[in-house]
């Protein structure tokens, strides 16, 4: 038999439930995402080394091939040169370019947008990004 102090007790716990487990689907909801976000962020960093490295390739080219002049200089010095004029741009703002005795050189690239700023080595053994 029931009592009236047992009467009431059934509406306010199954609520209390139904919330925590509405709190702790939306926890697990809010996780999800900060996860999906942080692996954006992640994609987005190596995409933009990928793309430095990229451009640092197309530079070596450049040096190599129509504009080997200029691989005796350092990039200060290109418009004094008497190679004519500098390549064109590439994907990467060139900051700056220092030849080494060794026929290589450092390139020091940064991303169009500002942002990113990698050094690259480039020699007889390729090209490396200096660390």
């Not at 200060?76 to 990467?92: K, L």
Request: aromatic share 8%.
């Amino acid at each position: 038999m029931r009592t009236s102090q047992d009467q009431g007790f059934a509406l306010p716990l199954a609520l209390i439930g139904a919330l925590a487990v509405l709190l702790s689907a939306s926890s697990a909801l809010a996780m999800a995402l900060g996860s999906r976000q942080q692996l954006q962020l992640e994609l987005q960093q190596i995409q933009a080394v990928d793309e430095l490295a990229s451009a640092a390739q197309q530079w070596a080219q450049r040096l190599q091939g129509p504009w080997s002049c200029l691989r005796e200089y350092p990039s200060s010095s290109w418009s004094s040169s008497g190679c004519g004029a500098s390549p064109p741009p590439t994907s990467a703002v060139l900051k700056d370019w220092q030849p080494s005795a060794a026929g290589g050189g450092e390139f020091w690239l940064q991303r169009q947008d500002g942002g990113l700023q990698r050094r690259f080595l480039w020699g007889p053994s390729g090209l490396k990004e200096r660390k």
